[in-house]
């Protein structure tokens, strides 16, 4: 079963506009959520992350969206950079583990 | 650098060959994950240490794979007579124990021909 969902595998914007990815989740024993970045042949780049107490978490040009009641979080970047393209993973957080289970990924591609 | 890690970053071998990776996390991380990312998926959790313990396996995991953390340091993570199957991304990330944030390593890229 997946636990961790990204409906949309691929995303495209235009330079300066605002991107939108999100993820949706079942399991409500998620406590912790983390959005990935990955290029190609590299491993995930940690860009943000946010803790089920809070509902928003921003951090520059990325803000997490966190919905509880819906099991949905959304990443907003604004405003979209063309070194943005990239694949975004959203991971879910086990405490009692630390485990990651991570969505399918949504490929970004922002254009210039 | 003081990030996570990885070597081989590719290895190419033919079917039942057995293979090793290494992973040296992050200094001062106690917790080591192991995970596995197949073409259009996402990373797939297969084991983790706390220090030298390996504290949970993926069903994922068979008994062809192991993987070790002998000093509490580096990590090892062994396939024997590898399958076509098994061709993946292997990753590793470090972690603080108390801690959430995984940070992970370039992966290795393994083909089994």
Known sequence: DQQVKQNSPSLSVQEGRISILNCDYTNSMFDYFLWYKKYPAEGPTFLISISSIKDKNEDGRFTVFLNKSAKHLSLHIVPSQPGDSAVYFCAASDRNTGKLIFGQGTTLQVKP | ?113
């Open chain 2, 1 to 113: 650098d003081t990030g996570v890690s990885q070597n081989p970053r590719h290895k190419i071998t033919k079917r039942g060959q057995n293979v090793t990776f290494r992973c040296d996390p992050i200094s001062e991380h106690n917790r080591l994950y192991w995970y596995r990312q197949t073409l259009g998926q996402g990373p797939e959790f297969l084991t983790y240490f706390q220090n030298e313990a390996q504290l949970e396996k993926s069903r994922l995991l068979s008994d062809r794979f192991s993987a070790e953390r002998p000093k509490g340091s580096f990590s090892t993570l062994e396939i024997q007579r590898t399958e076509q199957g098994d061709s993946a991304m292997y990753l590793c990330a470090s972690s603080l124990v108390h801690t959430d944030t995984q940070y992970f390593g370039p992966g290795t890229r393994l083909t089994v021909l």
